[in-house]
T-cell receptor
Framework: DTGVSQDPRHKITKRGQNVTFRCDPI?????LYWYRQTLGQGPEFLTY????????KSRLLSDRFSAERPKGSFSTLEIQRTEQGDSAMYLC?????????FGPGTRLTVT | RKEVEQDPGPFNVPEGATVAFNCTYS??????FFWYRQDCRKEPKLLMS???SGNEDGRFTAQLNRASQYISLLIRDSKLSDSATYLC????????????FGAGTRLAVHP
């Protein structure tokens, strides 16, 4: 399968724990995006990478969130000291142009 | 006010019906427009781009009215498999092509 992959698909964690998600984009895509989606809402933009450079971060991305894309390939999104409000689907997308291809998402539940 | 607004529905229609969804956007710098489809607990997938002249893809027709900042999607001859959430999406110029989603309109097609 040459699409966008994300790992893990599901994560249940206790409040206050740190979690890290991984996204592997389509191999030739230089653009990578992270979005967050809560129930009944559309996805909301979190951050954008062009190759290894993080060029934009949403105000939604508090100090507890950090994202990296070393070597411009896979990306990680870390949430420190998770809160119940962090429970959501975290989606990764990659692109060469305007069309973005989404991964299956990581569903985070914070208890 | 949300940047992209949609009627959440649900729209419950019988097979074979024609159904139309509307969407408005608030940022006049919006430059690109899309409809995405999202099945329950799955990732969004691009349904079609929306062009100023209007465009059609099989049973699906999309229209854009830049003056009114309004986008529409018409589905003819609805199939059971069309049941999903339809997300209206815009890209604002100068924003690294990040997607701005509406909350989505739910469609349920019944036999």
């Amino acid at each position: 399968d040459t699409g966008v992959s994300q790992d893990p698909r599901h994560k249940i964690t206790k409040r206050g724990q740190n979690v890290t998600f991984r996204c592997d984009p389509i191999s030739e895509h230089n653009r990578l995006y992270w979005y967050r989606q809560t129930l009944g809402q559309g996805p909301e933009f979190l951050t954008y990478f062009q190759n290894e450079a993080q060029l934009e971060k949403s105000r939604l991305l508090s100090d507890r969130f950090s994202a990296e894309r070393p070597k411009g390939s896979f990306s990680t999104l870390e949430i420190q000291r998770t809160e119940q409000g962090d429970s959501a689907m975290y989606l990764c997308a990659s692109s060469l142009g305007q069309e973005q291809y989404f991964g299956p998402g990581t569903r985070l539940t914070v208890t | 006010r949300k940047e992209v607004e949609q009627d959440p529905g649900p729209f419950n229609v019988p097979e074979g019906a024609t159904v139309a969804f509307n969407c408005t956007y608030s940022n006049s710098a919006s430059q690109s427009f899309f409809w995405y489809r999202q099945d329950c607990r799955k990732e969004p997938k691009l349904l079609m781009s929306v062009y100023s002249s209007g465009n059609e893809d099989g049973r699906f027709t999309a229209q854009l009215n830049r003056a009114s900042q309004y986008i529409s999607l018409l589905i003819r001859d609805s199939k059971l498999s069309d049941s999903a959430t339809y997300l209206c999406v815009v890209i604002v110029s100068g924003g690294y092509n990040k997607l701005i989603f509406g909350a989505g309109t739910r469609l349920a097609v019944h036999p």
